[in-house]
């Protein structure tokens, strides 16, 4: 005689923990875009900075 089986979803999924990531990792990308690029690695001139520049000066990054 067998063990009944008990089916429970877990908690944390896969598919969560995926999503998870992702959202760390782009809201990490994004921190980077905003305070520390100034157009060294997207090679993006003074755009990025300008584009992110009230951002920057919300978070109290140091800027000018
Ligand atoms: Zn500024």
Redesign the pocket.
């Given at each position: 005689m067998s063990q009944p089986t008990s089916v429970s979803s877990p908690l944390v999924t896969p598919r969560l923990l995926w999503i998870a990531l992702a959202v760390v990792v782009g809201a990490l990308l994004l921190a980077y875009l905003v305070a520390f690029d100034q157009g060294a690695v997207s090679q993006s001139g003074m755009y990025l900075h300008e584009l992110m520049?009230d951002g920057?000066?919300l978070l109290g990054v140091p800027?000018?």
């Open positions: 520049h920057r000066h800027c000018h």
